[in-house]
Each structure stands twice: as structure tokens, then as C-alpha cells.
């Protein structure tokens, strides 16, 4: 089965802005997101940013990389980023960013599917691992995001529906 849902909710400590600023300028990641080897802009997309269009290559715990795109496909600004993913993986993401009890909460949910011929099989037997390298990732992400803003990470959580 190479269909993914993968959900992770961070909460950081610091302001609902800093943290939007952060997550829509992603030519910058590489610098606080471990994991995150390169990111290229593809396309630039309107002045507000729809259809802004990035490649990403990750590189987790595990011996392989990703290669993706993520073209955005809907923008509320501090509230929702959407995006239509290809590459390695095709499908959607959304992050859904919010202002709670003090932190700011920031979920990432990814309904995606493997396409390269590798993931897929790697899928099929491995599933598990590639879930704990997309859970490694995302929490290398929350705790460089909170270092980057001198703030602290309060949680991780994956799959916090499922709590």
C-alpha cells in the first residue's frame, strides 16, 4: 500500500507571526530544518504567493532521499497553506496554522501517495520505517523552527488524532 496520511502537530512557542514568516519563506529551511538538504524555487507564482512552486530534497534518518515539489494551491495568510505535492510523492498537503493557550499550533497534514518505482516498494515493505523517517523529519523541523526563533519547542505530536 503506497497511499500515506501522515498528520503532525507542532506547538512553538513564539508568535503566530514569526512563525508564519518562517514557514512561507522556505529558501530558507535548509538553515534550521535538519533533514532539509536543498530547496530550490521553480516558479515564483503570483504576488501573494499562489502557485509558487518549490523542489525539496530530504534526507532523513534513513539511507534514501526524497525529491518533491509542492506547487501552492491555496493561501490564507496565517491561516493555511495548501499545496499539490509531485516527485517522489504526489498528492496534498496542508498546514494549518493557529494561536492557542499561548503557543502557536502548527498542523501538517499530507494525503499522499509514493510514485517513484523505489518508494513504492520501500512502501510495501517497510512502511513502518518510512512513517518513523517522516515523523523524524517533521520533529527535526519543529525543534530547528523553535531554535530559529529563540523559542521552545512544546510538542510534537504524531498522528494527534489518533491520541
Request: aromatic fraction near 10%; proline fraction near 4%.
Amino acid at each position: 500500500m503506497s497511499q500515506f496520511d501522515l498528520v503532525t502537530q507542532w506547538r512553538i512557542g513564539a508568535s503566530l507571526d514569526a512563525v508564519w514568516d518562517a514557514i512561507t519563506a522556505p529558501a530558507q529551511w535548509p538553515q534550521w530544518w535538519r533533514g532539509l538538504e536543498a530547496v530550490t524555487e521553480l516558479d515564483r507564482g503570483d504576488a501573494g504567493g499562489m502557485h509558487n512552486r518549490q523542489r525539496f530534497i530530504w534526507k532523513g534518518a534513513l539511507p534514501y532521499r526524497l525529491v518533491t515539489e509542492l506547487a501552492i494551491t491555496r493561501l490564507e495568510p496565517l491561516v493555511l497553506i495548501e499545496g499539490e505535492a509531485s516527485g517522489d510523492v504526489t498528492g496534498l498537503g496542508a498546514w494549518r496554522f493557529a494561536r492557542k493557550n499561548g503557543v502557536t499550533e502548527v498542523r501538517h497534514e499530507w494525503r499522499v501517495r509514493a510514485a517513484s518505482p523505489w518508494l513504492m516498494v520501500l512502501a510495501g515493505v517497510a512502511r513502518p520505517l518510512v512513517c518513523w523517517n517522516h515523523g523524524k523529519i517533521m520533529e527535526w523541523g519543529a525543534y530547528g523552527l523553535a531554535r530559529r526563533l529563540g523559542a521552545r519547542c512544546c510538542s510534537v505530536e504524531k498522528d494527534p488524532d489518533k491520541a
